[in-house]
């Protein structure tokens, strides 16, 4: 089985995304990375090197692979901020209904840019997530 390569390290979060070449992806960036730090009380972690993530939790498959990984975390990739928060969209339909310009897969949020949504809306979602995700663990 190949060695999995997003896991927790000591990264630099802040070196990592002040070398974001384009200022507007780094402020946002930043500011996601404050959203989620106030979301969850924990400070933020490099995961391979792209996520920066809040808190953990450990999974396993059914066809034994298991691995920790964050709870909630963002990355500014190239093309968009991708947001992994949940993997449980229908849940927080009426919130995603007022984000504004946004797009979802199974597990991922997409964002151009943090101008293209209401911020509020971003937040509460958020904080939203994080309480039900951490939830589920305690079950």
């Known amino acids: 089985m190949a060695e999995l390569k997003t896991k927790k390290n000591n990264n630099d979060v802040m070196a990592f ?8 992806k780094r402020e946002d960036a930043i500011a996601l990375m404050q959203m989620m730090w ?9 995961w391979g090197t792209a996520i920066v993530g809040f808190d953990q ?11 920790d ?4 975390g963002f990355s500014p990739r190239k ?11 229908d849940k927080y339909e ?4 007022k984000l504004g310009k ?20 971003l937040k509460n979602l958020i904080a ?11 079950k």
Do not use: W
Request: charged share 30%; aromatic share 8%; hydrophobic share 30%.
């Open 17 to 24: 995304l002040q070398a974001i070449p384009e200022a507007r």
């Open 38 to 46: 106030e979301a969850t009380g924990q400070d933020p972690v490099m």
């Open 57 to 67: 939790y450990h999974y396993k498959y059914e066809s034994g692979h298991e691995a």
């Open 69 to 72: 990984m964050c709870l909630i």
């Open 79 to 89: 093309q968009n901020l991708t947001l992994y928060l949940t993997q449980d969209f």
């Open 94 to 97: 009426k919130l995603l209904s």
């Open 102 to 121: 946004h797009k979802t897969s199974k597990a991922c949020i997409y964002i151009n840019k943090l101008d293209d949504i209401d911020t509020a809306v």
């Open 128 to 138: 939203e997530t994080y309480k039900n995700e951490k939830k589920k663990l305690k």
